[in-house]
């Protein structure tokens, strides 16, 4: 899992991230932050080529997060029409976005499916003004070993321009 607690030092996150294995981006969760893949021509594969995500939601949105739990600074999601992704504060470029392996998404929730790193959750969502704002329907605050997610997500995404 690259999930890690605040960040101190560069350094440290780059030991969790390279002990954690795993940077393959599109196989679990979360790519390396901390990581630079070189541009790829081939196609990307999508883990859900079905879901359609809901205009409203389609762009760049980001939170400043500065809650004990993930890294603090300034996340990014990108919904694009078949893809929701995040970036960590530590990422050092778009390339380090994540798959949040959106498998149903409707005009209120959105279902994450179950990966190798992480259980599956579903949330709700709505567009308030320019703000997209995110609360989780399960329970999972005390075994979820992706708890970090329960700190990111719904801390409210700013549309950006």
Same mark, same amino acid.
Request: net charge negative.
């Given at each position: 899992?690259?999930?890690?607690?605040?960040?101190?030092?560069?350094?440290?996150?780059?030991?969790?991230?390279?002990?954690?294995?795993?940077? %393959?981006?599109?196989?679990?969760?979360?790519?390396?932050?901390?990581?630079?893949? @070189?541009?790829?021509? =081939? +196609? !990307?594969?999508?883990?859900?080529?079905?879901?359609?995500?809901?205009?409203?939601?389609?762009?760049?949105?980001?939170?400043?997060?500065?809650?004990?739990?993930?890294?603090?600074?300034?996340?990014?999601?990108?919904?694009?029409?078949?893809?929701?992704?995040?970036?960590?504060?530590?990422?050092?470029?778009?390339?380090?976005?994540?798959?949040?392996? %959106?498998?149903?998404?409707?005009?209120?929730?959105?279902?994450?499916?179950?990966? @190798?790193?992480?259980? =599956? +959750? !579903?949330?709700?969502?709505?567009?308030?003004?320019?703000?997209?704002?995110?609360?989780?329907?399960?329970?999972?605050?005390?075994?979820?070993?992706?708890?970090?997610?329960?700190?990111?997500?719904?801390?409210?995404?700013?549309?950006?321009?």
């Amino acid at each position: 899992m690259h999930r890690h607690r605040v960040l101190v030092l560069i350094a440290v996150v780059g030991l969790i991230l390279a002990a954690c294995g795993g940077s %393959t981006q599109g196989v679990a969760q979360q790519g390396a932050a901390a990581t630079v893949a @070189a541009p790829s021509t =081939a +196609a !990307t594969t999508l883990p859900f080529p079905d879901v359609v995500m809901p205009k409203d939601l389609l762009g760049v949105w980001t939170a400043n997060v500065q809650r004990p739990g993930p890294s603090n600074g300034l996340w990014r999601i990108r919904i694009t029409e078949h893809l929701m992704e995040l970036k960590n504060p530590a990422a050092a470029s778009d390339s380090d976005y994540f798959w949040l392996w %959106t498998d149903r998404i409707d005009d209120r929730t959105f279902h994450m499916a179950a990966d @190798a790193d992480c259980p =599956a +959750a !579903t949330y709700t969502w709505s567009v308030q003004a320019s703000q997209l704002v995110m609360t989780t329907t399960d329970d999972n605050s005390t075994n979820d070993p992706c708890s970090d997610r329960m700190v990111t997500l719904p801390t409210p995404f700013t549309r950006q321009p």
